[in-house]
């Protein structure tokens, strides 16, 4: 049975609200207008306000490169009657340059008021210093799902034989886990206070070194795990998926990610009138077309092994935050690396969107205009089917897809493959442009 609440269907008629949103330190372009949702539904006008953040590292190669992208697949698709207002805003070190903050609010209210935008990766130091900004960003705008779609492009290089078996998606969670950065740093007052209480009221006796232990704590809810649940089951009814697999490490970790299964199936069975499969726990959630999808489970390192083993038993993927960020590195190795992965980060209920590459700022190549545009590119293809834009995006990955097959690539895959031309971060977007329709 069928939800109605989501994936947000989109309406490129309405007319756009007039009143304007008020900044610190951006002037909004006057030129364009706003998306928004209401009665469910995302409108979209013809020449949308957009922000992005360029990001850090790579982020200003590639995002120079995928922005000629995504205005040559819209004009190509729509022949000037549509437009991305682009409008910039800060976070990480050119936020620092501009407003001498890593995230100034200006950026989290242009965000939430434009409601769909777009980034490049932001840099987060190991071991002290900020938090990480991305992390920021969906906890802040409450971006709860972290979407990422993983699939194989004819010709891209890859470690497995059969890399187009790869075709999953990824629902990470995206609020919650480790990444709530409740922490407490050995030696600390605070480590100590809660080590005392954690031994001596809590009677917790398997601390090993009690003296030297640094303490991290996992918040997860039943609210934010059915809420990530339902917007992978919506996806999977929307899109014609046929399973929908919960991956957790419940045997060790009872009542967090235990409890995330428990909750899972809870939800397939409370808001989709799932049945058990074979005496369950797997449960059959028969949708108002007459298709099956499938809810199951499996145990997070045995899912490591299965993406590599058997990866066309898996279709879409609900999971916690740490999980989902492991899980979507190793998906994305098989099918030719994080260079070409994408994502999005979005909040099914108010529709607000923040799509953005799965990589980081890659220090090492940064400004050396090398590294591989196709993430944040694919990540714009996204937010262009959430618009509902489908021509342009179809454009884009015609594009891609051609330029590949035609072995003009960054150094990423040309290393693995024969007879390629090695492209910068640059000239692969233009190929990608000369290669549309
Ligand atoms: N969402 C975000 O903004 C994210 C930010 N980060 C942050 O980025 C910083 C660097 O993290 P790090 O762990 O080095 O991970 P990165 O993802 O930045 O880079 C790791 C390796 O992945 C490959 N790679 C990354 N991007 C591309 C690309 N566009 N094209 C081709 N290959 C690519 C490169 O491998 P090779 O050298 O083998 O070619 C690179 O050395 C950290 O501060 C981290 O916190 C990390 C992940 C996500
Ligand atoms: O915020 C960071 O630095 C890391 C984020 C990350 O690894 C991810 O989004 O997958
Ligand atoms: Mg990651």
């Given at each position: 049975m069928a939800r109605t609440d989501s994936p947000i269907p989109t309406d490129c008629t309405r007319k756009p609200m007039s009143t304007t949103p008020s900044f610190d330190q951006i002037t909004p372009p006057t030129d364009g207008a706003r998306i928004r949702k209401d009665d469910d539904a995302l409108h979209v006008p013809d020449r949308p306000i957009i922000p992005f953040i360029e990001g850090d590292g790579i982020g200003p190669d590639i995002w120079a490169a995928a922005q000629n992208v995504f205005d040559s697949a819209v004009h190509h698709a729509y022949d000037g009657d549509r437009e991305i207002v682009w409008m910039e805003v800060f976070a990480g070190g050119k936020a620092q340059d501009e407003y001498n903050e890593w995230l100034p609010q200006d950026t989290l209210t242009a965000i939430e008021e434009y409601l769909v935008a777009i980034k490049g990766p932001l840099t987060t130091p190991v071991g002290g210093g900020i938090r990480s900004l991305n992390v920021a960003l969906r906890q802040q705008l409450d971006l709860f799902a972290c979407v990422r779609p993983v699939r194989h492009f004819e010709g891209v290089p890859s470690p497995v034989s059969e890399p187009e078996l790869v075709d999953m998606t990824i629902f990470r969670e995206n609020s919650?886990?480790?990444?709530?950065?409740i922490e407490y740093r050995e030696g600390s007052p605070e480590n100590e206070k809660i080590k005392r209480f954690l031994i001596d009221e809590m009677g917790a006796d398997t601390i090993r070194f009690p003296d030297s232990t640094a303490i991290g704590v996992k918040p997860i809810s039943e609210e934010g795990t059915k809420r990530l649940v339902r917007s992978a089951i919506d996806y999977a009814i929307e899109r014609g998926h046929d399973s929908v697999t919960l991956v957790h490490k419940g045997n060790i970790m009872k009542f967090t990610e235990g409890a995330f299964r428990d909750w899972g199936y809870e939800v397939a069975k409370e808001d989709y009138d799932a049945e058990d499969l074979d005496g369950g726990p797997w449960q059959v959630i028969t949708t108002d077309d007459g298709r099956e999808i499938i809810v199951k489970d499996v145990i997070a390192d045995a899912m490591l092994q299965q993406i590599l083993t058997r990866p066309n038993e898996y279709d879409l993927i609900a999971t916690m935050n740490l999980n989902g960020d492991y899980i979507s590195d190793a998906l994305a190795a098989q099918v030719g690396?994080?260079?070409?992965a994408p994502g999005a980060n979005i909040n099914y209920n108010t529709g607000l969107a923040l799509f953005e590459a799965t990589h980081g700022t890659a220090p090492k190549y940064a400004g050396m205009d090398k590294v591989n545009p196709s993430s944040v590119i694919l990540s714009g293809e996204m937010m262009f089917r959430y618009m509902g834009w489908d021509k342009a995006a179809d454009l884009i990955i015609e594009g891609l897809e051609t330029t590949i097959k035609q072995k003009r690539v960054t150094y990423d895959f040309e290393r693995n493959m024969e007879n390629a031309t090695l492209l910068k971060c640059s000239e692969f977007g233009e190929a990608i442009v000369e290669n549309m329709g």
């Open positions: 919650e886990d480790i990444y709530a950065g690396g994080i260079g070409i």
